[in-house]
T-cell receptor
Framework: AQTVTQSQPEMSVQEAETVTLSCTYD???????LFWYKQPPSRQMILVIR????KQQNATENRFSVNFQKAAKSFSLKISDSQLGDTAMYFC????WGSGGSNYKLTFGKGTLLTVNP | NAGVMQNPRHLVRRRGQEARLRCSPM?????VYWYRQLPEEGLKFMVY????????ESGMPKERFSAEFPKEGPSILRIQQVVRGDSAAYFC????????????????FGPGTRLTVL
């Protein structure tokens, strides 16, 4: 079974600064996807960024980037130039890769509440 | 293209009553997933359905919970004889059909239904 751990229940950052959210996971699988989802106060789940485990290059999406360390089973999210609209709960998630098997079941961490202060 | 629709957004039930949660997937999506988010927790997979078929219900409680996705109409998550521990946010996600060789299908989430059991 897969587990996802987010060790920071809450974090805060000043507007325009950079913040890093941590995530570790445990799996015996070799091929998988990792995700960061954002859940603002509206509670809508929004996909922020996705990383394929077989890719060594870290994924980036505008101000969002990840630091993927496969051997350490670590997947942190860096938010640059933080904006007030980034205030949200952030969830790290895992999905097995490949046809067949549970390649649809997302496993989530408990989340990190990020507050961006003006 | 409308997103995933869920209704009601908020549902209050007394212990022992039934709760029916509805999910209309995005247009063209034939796969539906239900997740439950308990307070202070991440989302947990409950069930995966395709039209008229339950593919994986490994995350569903053995009793009182059922799900369906009929040929016509929305997917329904039904909770009979609700108890206080059922209070949670219930999220539905949908994805398009898997295509040959494709190993990942993004899940698009609805806004969730917050169930409160008095």
């Amino acid at each position: 079974a897969q587990t996802v751990t987010q060790s920071q229940p809450e974090m805060s950052v000043q507007e325009a600064e950079t913040v890093t959210l941590s995530c570790t996971y445990d799996t015996s699988e070799n091929n998988y996807y990792l995700f960061w989802y954002k859940q603002p106060p509206s509670r809508q789940m929004i996909l922020v960024i996705r990383q394929e485990a077989y890719k060594q290059q870290n994924a980036t999406e505008n101000r969002f980037s990840v630091n993927f360390q496969k051997a350490a089973k670590s997947f942190s999210l860096k938010i640059s130039d933080s904006q007030l609209g980034d205030t949200a709960m952030y969830f790290c998630a895992f999905m097995i890769w490949g046809s067949g098997g549970s390649n649809y079941k997302l496993t989530f961490g408990k989340g990190t509440l990020l507050t961006v202060n003006p | 293209n409308a997103g995933v629709m869920q209704n009601p957004r908020h549902l209050v039930r007394r212990r022992g009553q039934e709760a029916r949660l509805r999910c209309s997937p995005m247009k063209g999506h034939s796969h539906v997933y239900w997740y439950r988010q308990l307070p202070e927790e991440g989302l947990k997979f409950m069930v995966y359905l395709q039209k008229e078929n339950i593919i994986d219900e490994s995350g569903m409680p053995k009793e009182r919970f059922s799900a369906e996705f009929p040929k016509e109409g929305p997917s329904i998550l039904r909770i009979q004889q609700v108890v206080r521990g059922d209070s949670a946010a219930y999220f539905c996600a949908s994805s398009p059909p898997f295509t040959r060789g494709r190993t990942y299908n993004e899940q698009f989430f609805g806004p969730g239904t917050r169930l409160t059991v008095l």
